[in-house]
């Protein structure tokens, strides 16, 4: 039986890929599973959180005893989580939101022809900052999904977007990243500590994520 030392604080988690359309049979997407996010939601639950998944299609079950609410696009991921903002202690932000999507959708199949086709791309809402911008009391996770140059492009995201912590995964490595059951993160604070963690569940990870949200949480009330 854990400890419920998040009892009493409402934490929103995003999960899950996005899904943008392009018309009734075809979309842009990209291959996170939801695992790392619904982690944390059920690592959240088990502390004694009130928990809101906001979550991408996939293929898991929810973990019992938080609220869900089930989107596609990132925009109806943005509108979901800001619905759910002013009241929330904490927001972790896991999801892989697309960047980019179909400047038109079209209502029937697009047909093929003989020649190459463009589909032309307009940029979405960043979730992350958006939160950053407006954030009064909330304490603010964001993940970083990086190939390259982690460190730097990490403490770029937590300046940038206002966050309290990024959480920065380099998704090239084995066991790390998109579709996995483990993940090798860092955890930067913005008070500059940085906690390198080695290979381990996501479970695991989603319990060292809770533990680091709840000490700054805790340092808040002093
Ligand atoms: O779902 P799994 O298969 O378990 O995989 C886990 C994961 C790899 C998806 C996860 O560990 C992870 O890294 N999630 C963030 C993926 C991502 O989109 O990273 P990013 O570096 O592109 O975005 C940075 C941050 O901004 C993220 O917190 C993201 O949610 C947020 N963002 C991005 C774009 C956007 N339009 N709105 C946002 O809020």
């Known amino acids: 039986e854990e400890e419920k030392i998040l009892s009493g604080k409402k934490i929103v988690i995003s999960a899950g890929p996005t899904r943008e359309k392009i018309d009734p049979v075809r979309y842009i997407s990209n291959h996170s599973s939801g695992k790392m996010g619904y982690s944390i939601a059920e690592v959240a639950v088990s502390l004694g959180a009130n928990v809101v998944l906001v979550s991408g299609p996939t293929n898991l079950t929810p973990p019992s005893g938080c609220e869900v609410i089930q989107v596609e696009s990132a925009a109806q991921m943005y509108d979901a989580i800001h619905s759910h903002f002013n009241d929330a202690d904490v927001v972790i932000k896991t999801a892989a939101v697309a960047d980019y999507t179909p400047e038109v959708t079209y ?18 809402e960043d979730i992350l900052l958006s939160l950053g911008n407006k954030k009064t ?75 680091e949200v709840y000490r700054k949480l805790s340092e808040g009330e002093k």
Do not use: C, W
Not at 159 to 168: E, L, P, T
Not at 176 to 197: C, E, P, Q, W
């Open 107 to 124: 209502d029937h199949k697009v047909k093929k022809t003989d020649g190459n086709l463009s589909i032309p791309l307009k940029r979405t």
């Open 137 to 211: 009391h909330q304490l603010l996770v964001g993940f970083a999904a990086e190939t390259e140059q982690v460190e730097e492009y990490a403490k770029g995201k937590l300046q940038k977007k206002n966050a309290d912590f990024i959480v920065a995964n380099n998704v090239t490595l084995e066991g790390a990243g998109f579709g996995t059951d483990t993940n090798i993160v860092s955890i930067y604070n913005r008070n500059g500590d940085i906690k390198h963690l080695p290979k381990m569940t996501k479970k695991q990870v989603a319990k060292e994520i809770l533990a």
